[in-house]
């Protein structure tokens, strides 16, 4: 009985899955640039960015992610008639943002000074002293930490429930109402899904960290 | 600019007076978390192989899908099994819960962190297991673990704001009702922001100061 | 002259590390500067190329003036050996010795590359071509990063103390490059306490303290009878050190 439900159920859970995963993939992807972006201005910058982007990601990294949804999506509402989706992948990219400029400032501080140094000597400008050398050996240590992000950004997008998107924790909740009841075993399922996307994820990850280690360093811890 | 500086004056109140709500919340989540983790660590670091195995799927499953989720399981879940809880209880025990998960990973990294010779050192001079690692490790551990723990512990602040959605009259939902009677829903929310920002902020402070006052001589994280 | 380096004063604050350095370097010349730590040898050599600009004076290389508007192509044409090798951490050593060809001179890398592997036998590193930077020992290391500054096809070399991070085992196989290229015409610029290499490759060495050239001679006169003597008090400190070779 139960159990045809859910299984009758399955094509809404999935939908509400896929707007899940587009909703992460566009957050993470914004968060990626301008995180990218920021903690290159951070760490190369006048001392006026360094601060600003400090500045930036203690503000986003300060406010609950339920918090920041509600005031895009009414923010923005208040200019321009704003969709929950995209009002959701603004608010978690902001935030993913903040957290990512964190963890590619990390990996950039970490490149030894002399790494530099060498580009210069033979003639590299800054610019592709960093585009040549410092980011291909940076961005192979990003994985790492970057399987944190991921996970607690994939928690995120059920937050955008609260606004409307009808992504996996929402179609739960139909559901439920439809069928007055099995709360229990469709919220299991949910979190299931959930489960199962995050530990997908994070073997990729992993996958993509081994085989982007460099041949004969050692492995930085990762956590 | 003048105007939301009214509007804050005059609604700042109203979202302050569900902060005792708000830190309730936190606190007793946070006790939760750590008594239910440091449980969860020692299963982990000492348990046979059907404690270990619990210990870590319990991990593994809280760490691994939306608090928002556990919240609905607990508070909408439960009571087809006849427990009935109301939205303050269900939500710190959502967030209790799921704290535990991440504190005791914490602590299972700081017990293991610390040196071996420091077990057989206490083995040595006749403590038994339980007592080496009540007398010896863990107020190692312990002091070890408080940078993480504070990050732990401003997230949980944070994940206070979830409650909302279960009808939980707690910061974020005040503003929302502020919100429905001015239809200044942007300006409410900055508001709240504004405020979860200065208290993270405020914690984070405090907590840096607990990590100095408790940090050994000498040795350094 | 190929290299003219004049004048040179370089301040960190209020402390003068180069008080006034002159120097020149003729086109296939090896010079070696030798001279008690602390002394500005480095600091000269990071001048002349501007890792760390002076404070005043300036650097000529075949006529033209090295300053921060054509900095970049003049690097080009003075390489830079230095001591830690900072070979890059992410490319075999094939594509450390490719890099620059590729990127700075617009080489194909097929091309980069066939160019990177006749630099690498020319320093004894062919068969190690595909191996990583933190695969080789530093001696094996400091042969690839001289042969990526042999690779740009430089006017001039300098050395910044090549062989000073390495055991004492492995200087040997980098000093016998050093003395290789020196006779094969190369010029080069080298800071070093090696006194075999200096008597046996140098045309000159130029002792230098307290941010001064003391005195500069061939190597077997500053060795054998030098005329100052600070420079014979420091090559008898360098001799019971056991570093003569």
Redesign the interface.
């Known amino acids: 009985m139960i159990v045809e439900i859910i299984i009758n159920h399955i094509p809404y859970l999935l939908d509400g899955l896929w707007v899940a995963i587009q909703l992460l993939v566009c957050l993470l992807a914004i968060g990626f640039v301008f995180g990218l972006l920021l903690a290159l201005a951070e760490v190369y910058g006048h001392w006026t960015l360094r601060a600003s982007g400090m500045a930036f990601e ?2 986003f ?8 949804i ?2 895009c999506f ?2 923005v ?2 200019w321009y008639p704003i969709e929950p989706f995209p009002a959701a992948v603004l608010a978690l990219g902001l935030r993913s943002t903040a957290y990512q400029s964190q963890i590619f400032r990390g990996v950039i501080q970490a490149v ?1 000074k ?2 530099i ?9 800054g610019v ?1 002293a960093v585009r ?2 410092v980011l ?2 940076a961005l ?1 240590q990003v994985p790492g930490p970057w399987s944190n992000e991921f ?1 607690s950004e ?6 955008a ?2 606004i409307g998107v009808v992504e996996l ?1 929402r179609q ?2 139909y559901i ?1 109402s439809s069928t007055q ?1 099995n ?2 075993i469709v ?2 399922v ?2 299931l899904m ?2 199962v996307v ?2 997908l994820g994070n073997r990729v990850l992993y996958r993509a960290e081994r085989a982007l280690e ?5 492995r930085r811890e990762s956590d | 600019m003048s105007d939301f500086i009214a509007f804050a004056t005059e609604h700042l109140p109203t979202i302050l007076s569900a902060l005792p709500i708000t830190l309730g919340m936190w606190v007793l989540a946070i006790v939760i978390g750590a008594g239910l983790g440091l449980l969860l660590a020692t299963g982990r670091l000492y348990g046979g192989r059907i404690t270990y195995a619990l210990a870590t799927t319990y991990v593994e499953v809280f760490r691994g899908t939306p608090m928002l989720v556990q919240m609905f399981f607990i508070y909408f879940g439960l009571p087809e099994i006849g427990i009935v809880l109301d939205p303050f209880t269900a939500a710190v025990i959502a967030i209790g819960l799921n704290s535990a998960a991440y504190q005791a990973e914490y602590f299972r990294g700081a017990v293991r962190s610390i040196p071996q010779g420091q077990m057989v050192a206490a083995r040595a001079i006749g403590m038994t297991r339980l007592q080496a690692l009540r007398n010896v490790l863990l107020p190692q551990a312990l002091r070890r673990v408080i940078p993480q723990w504070s990050n732990e512990a401003i997230l949980e602040l944070k994940y206070t704001s979830i409650a909302y959605a279960i009808g939980v009259s707690e910061m974020t939902s005040k503003a929302e009702q502020i919100g429905y009677k001015t239809f200044h829903f942007f300006e409410v929310f900055l508001l709240v922001a504004i405020v979860y920002v200065v208290l993270t902020g405020i914690v984070a402070q405090l907590l840096h100061v607990l990590e100095r006052r408790t940090s050994i001589p000498g040795v350094n994280r | 002259m190929l290299l003219d380096v004049k004048d040179i004063h370089k301040k960190y604050g209020e402390i003068e590390v180069l008080k006034g350095v002159s120097l020149t370097l003729a086109r296939g010349e090896t010079k070696v500067i030798m001279g008690p730590s602390g002394t500005g040898k480095s600091t000269l050599l990071r001048c002349i190329n501007r890792l760390s600009p002076p404070t005043s004076g300036e650097v000529f290389l075949d006529g033209e003036l090295i300053c921060d508007a054509n900095i970049n192509e003049m690097r080009q044409k003075v390489a830079f050996v230095f001591q830690d090798f900072n070979l890059f951490l992410h490319l075999s050593a094939l594509d450390n010795v490719a890099m620059g060809p590729m990127r700075l001179k617009g080489m194909k890398r097929a091309e980069a590359r066939e160019l990177a592997m006749q630099e690498l036998e020319r320093v004894g590193m062919q068969t190690h071509a595909a191996s990583y930077p933190a695969q080789l020992s530093g001696g094996q290391q400091q042969r690839v990063s001289i042969a990526r500054a042999l690779a740009m096809k430089p006017e001039v070399i300098l050395f910044d103390e090549p062989t000073s991070a390495l055991d004492p085992e492995l200087t040997g196989e980098v000093v016998t490059v050093m003395q290789k290229l020196a006779s094969d015409g190369i010029t080069m610029l080298v800071v070093s306490h090696e006194i075999g290499f200096a008597r046996r490759a140098a045309d000159a060495i130029i002792f230098m303290e307290g941010g001064h050239v003391i005195e500069e001679g061939p190597p077997e006169q500053i060795i054998g009878a030098p005329r100052q003597d600070r420079t014979r008090e420091f090559l008898n400190v360098i001799a019971e050190e056991g570093q003569i070779s």
């Open positions: 203690r503000v990294r300060g406010i609950p992610e339920l918090v920041l509600l005031m009414y923010g509402g208040n030894p002399g790494q140094a060498a580009a210069r000597a033979i003639g590299m400008s592709q040549y050398v291909p050996q192979r996970s994939l928690k995120a997008t059920s937050l429930y609260v924790t739960g909740r439920i009841g709360i229990l919220f299991a949910v979190a959930y489960f995050n530990w460099i041949p004969g360093l050692e």
